[in-house]
């Protein structure tokens, strides 16, 4: 549709590199001269970074003086936005905001917005959008816009007290609207997750709340049929939910001056006695019921640690646990919680790559062999020799060397077996999760090395930085540390990435605590006088600063309530939780639910002030709570980590014997390619794809018929009067590879074309220096290549006159072989051939080649898949405005004789089909036609292969001398011209998609 985006832009999720460019650039800008900014490198990045993670949000104050710091800031992030904005676009980089924000424009446009709609409507007539709570202004005003009229049905399905990702862009105002404006509304009446002794639990916890907002309330539903009686039996203690309070005055956890427990040895103490609470639960002989759906029992399962999941709400609590759990020998991983950017074994790498950059220095070389690379302790590096010295910075220089040649991945795999990395790491307790970590940042700087071209320095300092913008919790999802293991384990993870979930048992050890709120960002709310718009000030301290920074702290309040309750509705059979009575915990959301909540529901943001309540008052209010729900709650005081690890069960004693192979090998089953094919049967001097790097771009010598009496005979004298712009440019496959990526880069239509092919030359060059001659003589060939016509096939259209929206470069393909994974058929080379001999008439240009498609050279059966990229797809108007769609090849190859001068004679038409014909071309160009017809027919609508596929062009760019290139019969030398016919196109689909009938 209209909102689509350009085919050539890259996906990102994160502009934090892009944005930190443009806050350098614009603070150095203007402070450059001033020795004391009034405003610091490091607030400009906050406001920044608010400002473009929330790029619909308004942005105050508007009425700030302009003179004013106030002013100041608010223009700096405005700027900001429009200069990202600009580079992404100068870049191609787009982001999936991007994409709702160029599909809502397109909704709303003046004359084509209503069109557009009309379009989605007519094809859907429901649309159902789940999970919508986490929706955005955008998201809803785009499904408002095309479904909420127009008599289409539009179904919405949330649950507003799950609504916990603001920090993703999520905005709860935008559901609270959308459920205003409905006509219809429903509620869930029936938990199909936890057990009914839960629910009651729940219901004593929650019930009547209001979770933030007057339109967020918690409602009472019951359990399924089936869960209708508690489903874990024989385990500690009978209540389905269980509140362990921490006393004060038991010594177990230092108090502060004025009383109250310390936060973080309460963490400890409460990771300590969780450790020996799964303990006691998987020692117990506890059993998970199972039943059908009508109630009826179908068997049990004994308890483990797999059951088990304990969910925080920080990345650093998850070490916590896990630490405290593996203390009792309680097998425990942390599912994504953190960026694998702080972790040691990133510290590690780093050093490492300091070492690598600088092979002779002490101090690196040091650092690299306290890392786990060298394995080396303080002792062995404070009483090593200088030969021991000397060895190792032998071995920095050889890793150095391997790294330049092969990159991350081939120097990681290199120390892993020379240095017995596995065997050494996972002989320490943490080894398995190290070594998880290990191999995920070495994956990570493996892709940015291998993208960006980044040499040691520059993948150094790429290391540096991620680190340093790692502490932010919320990462990218391909920096989340990553599952160390699949073993049965207690799954520890954060309540964000839990939900969604659901898990047996449940502990939340810190909901005693509330959320951590930065009092030095920008503050985000939502402004009532603005029929709550999202808003960021970024003014600072001023007027209404205060009151819009109450408005954010209370909206964060009211989120920490729901992810209290996500935390523990993850649970199907029990929850478990805490309460520590440190000085925050009246702010916390378990703080606030129990003592902070009025008649109607209404829980106050933080408390009152005055501290927690008492040990006493505690104690009291979890038994009030008790008693809402008898049986249901339980309440017991911490008594320390006690018990002692746990044992676990004994392995099975498994048979052991040799392992066998008996599967019989499919040794046809391939991913093959026109190169693999044809490898054989060229002669060592013909190709010049890409793709074959093995084989030389020069072309045999092609020369007159004997007899004088060719198509061409009587042009002879004329073309060899017109040379080649390119003769003096070398031969051979490398300079195939640069003109191809040169031709790839340029845009055809440029305003400068010689100053576009000028950088594309140089870029390519500076990547890998290929010996062209003269860049300005190559530059001016390819300059007359694409300024000469193409021919009657495509109505004489030149490259020059292809606008980069009409062309798709490199267009890849993979396609399946009679079943591809699964062969259903074979697919032989000869029967291409037996096609091409039943669809091209006799006076076709191709019609003799389908014979050498019987050389016994050529591959043998086809199975499995056939892969290949198109240099380049033209769209080309055709008769009455339909789009046509041409294969283009880019062909390198010298076709003169030895000694000749390399003229237009050489690339007349019928010396092509020659050439074609010789190299096997007819078969790849068959290939990609197919290839592009298959394209089309998914991705155009009305799609007919006669009228939409315009046929192939084989571009010999040595024989094309721009708009005075001379013709034979109306054909321009240098361009090999070929319609298939359309009923070949799709014979040969089908036998390549079923094989032979």
């Known amino acids: 549709m209209a909102g689509d985006v350009e085919l050539d832009v ?9 944005r930190e460019e443009v806050v350098d650039d614009l603070y150095l800008r203007k402070f450059f001269r001033r020795g004391d900014p009034p405003l610091s490198r490091a607030e400009a990045g906050r406001i920044a970074k608010v400002a473009v993670a929330n790029p619909d949000a308004a942005l105050v104050p508007e009425a700030a003086d302009t003179d004013s710091i106030p002013a100041m800031r608010l223009r700096l992030a405005l700027a900001v936005r429009r200069e990202v904005d600009e580079r992404k676009r100068r870049a191609a980089v787009l982001t999936y905001d991007d994409l709702l924000t160029r599909l809502l424009q397109t909704l709303a446009h003046d004359t084509r917005g209503a069109a557009a709609c009309q379009r989605l409507r007519a094809r859907y007539r429901v649309a159902l959008v789940d999970e919508f709570q986490d929706t955005d202004p955008v ?8 479904f909420a009229t127009g008599g289409t049905t539009l179904v919405l399905i ?7 990702y603001s920090f993703r862009g999520a905005d709860i105002y935008a559901y609270l609207q959308a459920a205003r404006e409905a006509r219809f509304r429903a509620t869930l ?8 002794h839960l629910v009651d639990a729940y219901d004593a916890l929650f019930g009547g709340s209001k979770l933030g907002h007057e339109g967020i309330a918690y409602r009472t539903v019951r359990a399924a049929r089936a869960n209708q009686q508690p489903r874990l039996v024989g385990a500690p203690g009978s209540a389905a939910l269980r509140v362990r309070l921490v006393r004060r ?12 427990l310390a936060a973080q040895p309460a963490r400890r103490h409460i990771a300590d006695d969780l450790a020996a609470d799964v303990v006691r639960l998987v020692t117990s002989g506890a059993e998970i019921i199972e039943r059908s759906e009508q109630g009826a029992e179908t068997g049990r399962v004994a308890v483990r640690p797999g059951h088990v999941a304990v969910l925080v709400a920080r ?22 919680a953190g960026s694998v950017f702080v972790t040691p074994m990133a510290t590690d790498w780093l050093r490492l790559l300091e070492a690598l950059e600088r092979p002779t220095a002490a101090n690196p070389a040091h650092a690299a062999a306290l890392s786990v690379f060298l394995g080396w302790t303080a002792e062995r590096v404070a009483t090593a020799d200088d030969d021991a010295w000397e060895e190792v910075h032998a071995r920095l220089h050889r890793w150095a060397g391997l790294l330049r040649r092969l990159g991350v991945a081939s120097l990681l795999e290199t120390i892993t077996r020379a240095e017995g990395l596995p065997g050494r790491m996972l002989a320490q307790v943490d080894g398995e999760r190290r070594l998880t970590d290990l191999r995920h940042v070495g994956q990570l700087l493996h892709a940015e090395a291998t993208s960006e071209q980044l040499g040691v320095t520059a993948l150094t300092g790429w290391l540096r930085q991620r680190m340093a913008d790692a502490g932010d919790d919320r990462d990218a999802e391909d920096r989340a540390r990553r599952l160390e293991s699949d073993a049965e384990a207690v799954q520890v993870l954060t309540i964000h990435r839990s939900k969604g979930l659901e898990f047996p048992v449940v502990y939340c050890p810190y909901l005693w605590e509330p959320g951590w709120i930065p009092d030095d960002e920008p503050p985000v709310y939502h402004d009532a006088e603005a029929g709550d718009r999202r808003t960021i000030d970024v003014g600072g301290p001023g007027p209404g600063f205060r009151r819009h920074q109450r408005q954010h702290v209370v909206e964060q309040r009211s989120e920490d309530l729901r992810l209290a309750y996500v935390a523990l509705t993850r649970a199907r059979h029990r929850a478990v939780l805490w309460w520590a009575a440190s000085w925050a915990s009246q702010d916390s959301p378990l703080g606030r639910l129990l003592f902070s909540r009025d008649e109607h529901g209404t829980v106050a943001t933080d408390g009152d002030g005055d501290g927690p309540p008492s040990d006493d008052e505690a104690a009291a209010a979890f038994g009030r709570l008790g008693a809402r729900a008898p049986g249901r709650i339980g309440v017991e005081w911490t008594q320390g980590s006690g018990g002692g690890p746990w044992r676990g069960d004994p392995d099975p004693v498994a048979p052991l014997g040799a392992g066998r192979f008996g599967r019989r090998l499919d040794t046809t089953w391939r991913r093959t390619s026109y190169s693999g094919i044809t490898a054989q049967a060229h002669e060592a001097r013909v190709a010049s794809e890409a793709e074959e790097t093995v084989l030389s771009d020069e072309g045999a010598p092609t020369t007159r018929r004997p007899d004088g ?16 712009l390119l003769a003096t440019m070398p031969a051979g496959p490398e300079v195939g590879t640069l003109i191809h990526g040169v031709l790839e880069e340029t845009d055809f239509a440029a305003p400068d074309l010689d100053a576009a092919l000028a950088s594309a030359l140089a870029r390519g060059q500076a990547r890998r220096h290929v010996d062209i001659g003269d860049p300005a003589t190559v530059a001016a060939g390819l300059r007359a290549a694409i300024e000469t016509p193409l021919g009657p096939l495509v109505g004489e259209v030149r490259l020059r006159d292809v606008e980069a929206r009409d062309r798709i470069d490199e267009l890849a393909f993979e396609l399946p072989l009679a079943g591809g994974d699964t062969p259903t058929a074979e697919v032989s080379v000869d029967e291409i051939g037996t096609v091409l001999d039943d669809h091209l008439a006799p006076g076709d240009a191709l019609a003799a080649y389908g014979g050498r498609l019987a050389d016994p050279a050529l591959d043998g059966p086809l199975r499995g898949f056939l892969s290949g990229s198109l240099d380049v797809v033209l769209r080309v108007p055709g008769p009455g405005g339909i789009p046509r769609f041409a294969v283009v090849d880019y062909k390198t190859n010298w076709l003169g004789a030895h000694g000749e001068e390399l003229s237009a004679w050489h690339y007349r038409p019928d010396a092509l089909v ?7 071309y007819p078969l790849q160009a068959l290939f990609y036609t197919v290839a592009l017809h298959r394209y089309l027919r998914w991705r155009l609508p009305g799609y007919r292969t006669e009228a939409n596929l315009a046929g192939v062009l084989y571009l010999f760019v040595r024989g094309m001398v721009g708009p005075d290139t001379p013709r034979v019969d109306g054909r321009p030398c240098g361009v090999f011209a070929w319609k298939p016919p359309a009923a070949l196109v799709e014979a040969l689909s089908v036998l390549l998609d079923r094989g032979r009938p």
Not at 13 to 18: H, P, Q, S, V
């Open 709 to 724: 009496t060719g198509p061409s005979a009587g042009h002879e004298a004329r073309l060899r009067s017109v040379p080649s």
């Open 249 to 260: 005055n038991d010594g177990l956890v230092p108090l502060t001056p004025k009383g109250y």
């Open 914 to 920: 020659e050439a074609m014909d010789r190299s096997h």
């Open 158 to 164: 949330g649950d507003p007290k799950q609504a916990v």
């Open 139 to 146: 998201q809803w005003e785009i499904m408002r816009r095309v």
């Open 189 to 196: 009446g029936v938990n199909w997750r936890s057990d009914q």
């Open 315 to 336: 990345h650093r609590h998850a070490a916590l646990v896990r630490d405290a759990l593996e203390a009792v020998d309680v097998p425990a991983v942390i599912n994504g």
């Open 10 to 18: 890259t996906f990102t999720e994160d502009l934090g590199e892009l």
